[in-house]
């Protein structure tokens, strides 16, 4: 009887850190080694997700787009002038609230993807719950273009687990990380065009996947200047899509 039980406490020993790591996941990041320079990422398997495109002149702009304050038609209009197209992820509350800014990413010929409906930690969802996020932002994106979502995930907070990675992938979406950004995203807390130029351009390299959050007033204001001297440096844009067409 004792032998019976200290093996099942073994068992559960050493299962137990598994589970876990695999409720917590792990968050997303990039360590810069500057301009021209490929930035270090964390290991994922490449047909599930990727974070950087190939070593070549080309960059992908991501726009994180979880609700309006008016920055979001502001960027809309800058690529609409430089002729760029980019990749939204969106949320519930975006395509419910202004259908009509999710009409003009279709139109306007950006490639949609899901960002859930309701920004959770996905690494800490189980396989139904994570269904649950993308099946409803498929129907709530539907609804308000009349167009179905693009395969490709990103992650709220960048938060990934290899669980949540297999699952969304079985689900028939591929998740996109990213290789570069910077500290956008509080409203209250906006840089200054020069600050953030300098610092993406100062990351800048091949294959960049570039995260951008479109509430951001400063990303709003320098966006047009961002393109152009991208283009000046030889880099032509890319939607994620390109990312499986890699070599």
Request: proline share 4%; with cysteine; hydrophobic share 40%.
């Amino acid at each position: 009887m004792k032998k019976t039980i200290c093996f099942a406490l073994a068992l559960c020993l050493l299962f137990l850190p598994v589970t876990a790591q695999a409720k917590t996941g792990q968050g997303w990041y990039f360590k810069a080694k500057g301009k021209d320079v490929r930035p270090e990422l964390p290991q994922v398997d490449g047909t599930l997700a990727k974070g950087i495109g190939r070593d070549e002149k080309v960059v992908y702009l991501t726009f994180d787009a979880g609700y309006e304050n008016g920055n979001v038609e502001k960027v809309l209009n800058v690529l609409k002038e430089k002729g760029v197209a980019g990749t939204f992820f969106v949320l519930k509350h975006l395509a419910k609230k202004h259908p009509e800014l999710c009409r003009r990413m279709a139109e306007e010929g950006h490639l949609v993807g899901n960002h859930t409906a309701n920004h959770p930690n996905v690494a800490t969802l189980s396989p139904e719950e994570i269904k649950k996020e993308l099946k409803e932002m498929e129907e709530v994106w539907k609804e308000a273009t009349g167009s179905d979502i693009a395969p490709y995930f990103r992650p709220p907070e960048g938060a990934w687990s290899e669980a949540s990675l297999k699952e969304i992938h079985a689900l028939g979406y591929r998740t996109v990380f990213w290789s570069l950004a910077w500290a956008d995203w509080d409203n209250n807390d906006q840089k200054s065009p020069k600050y953030a130029m300098d610092k993406l351009m100062g990351r800048m390299h091949n294959g960049a996947v570039i995260l951008l959050h479109p509430t951001s007033a400063t990303n709003a204001a320098i966006l047009g200047d961002l393109i152009d001297e991208l283009r000046r440096e030889g880099y032509r844009f890319e939607t994620v899509d390109t990312l499986w067409q890699s070599a």
